[in-house]
């Protein structure tokens, strides 16, 4: 099973940025694709962004197009989540997770999670 | 926008019976491909969600058989043929998105037990 470790969340104002990182543990994350997916507390999971397995590709979420930036260093075997311009909405718990797609050529996202880091955005 | 809904949002269910959760998608997740793009996964209470089928109807590596799902066009299934103790929690469908890429939460099934 694939360990994923989720770090930077904090407390932060409105309208200020704040760094996500997600690091993997004893194995390589070069060849996953990695997603970053959200949940507001006592609410449900939303998916906020992808990237794949060399960085070519990047999608997001409506609610967070234009704010955050998903990158990766393959060398330092870790994917970022550049948030700016943060707002109130933004709290949440933030996961990154695998996308894999298998032998059989199935997809899988979110095969595997972090714990989560929590980003509290207030004034 | 793709909605996702889930039936019921809360169920509780006596341990050694049956239970079923029913998505339904706004906009179903077969893609150009051919393949049905639709996942359930579990949260257990303080936990990170975990995947349980994958592309309708595939357990995922550990899952125990008694999770199975089936479906197809917009409205899918869940089913727990024999429901647990450690069964309790947040069940999500998800679908994904293919033009332009996204993945799309269900709002949640909260199991408990009886």
């Known amino acids: 099973q694939v360990q994923l470790v989720e770090s930077g969340g904090n407390a932060v104002q409105p309208g200020r940025s704040l760094r996500l990182s997600c690091e993997a543990s004893a194995f390589s994350l070069r060849s996953f694709a990695i997603h970053w997916v959200r949940q507001a507390p006592g609410k449900g999971l939303e998916w906020v962004s992808v990237i794949s397995f060399d960085g070519s590709d990047k999608y997001y979420s409506d609610s967070v197009k234009g704010r955050f930036t998903i990158s990766r260093d393959n060398s330092k075997n870790t994917v970022y989540l550049q948030m700016n311009r943060v707002r109130p909405e933004d709290t949440a718990v933030y996961y990154c997770a695998t996308h894999v797609i298998d032998s059989s050529q199935s997809q899988i996202p979110f095969g595997d999670w972090g714990p989560g880091t929590l980003v509290t955005v207030s004034s | 926008d793709t909605v996702v809904t889930q039936t019921p949002l809360s169920l509780s269910v006596t341990p050694g019976q049956p239970a079923s959760i029913s998505c339904k998608s706004s906009?179903?997740?077969?893609?150009?491909?051919?393949?049905?793009?639709l996942y359930w996964y579990l949260q257990r209470p303080g936990q990170s969600p975990q995947l349980l089928i994958y592309e309708v109807s595939n357990r995922f590596s550990g899952v125990p058989n008694r999770f199975s799902g089936s479906g197809s066009g917009t409205d899918f299934t869940l089913k727990i043929s024999r429901v647990e103790a450690e069964d309790v929690g947040l069940y999500y469908c998800?679908?994904?998105?293919?033009?332009?890429?996204?993945?799309?939460f269900g709002p949640g099934t909260r199991v408990d037990i009886k």
């Open positions: 906009q179903s997740p077969r893609h150009s491909d051919g393949k049905t793009y």
């Open positions: 998800m679908q994904t998105i293919e033009t332009p890429p996204g993945f799309t």
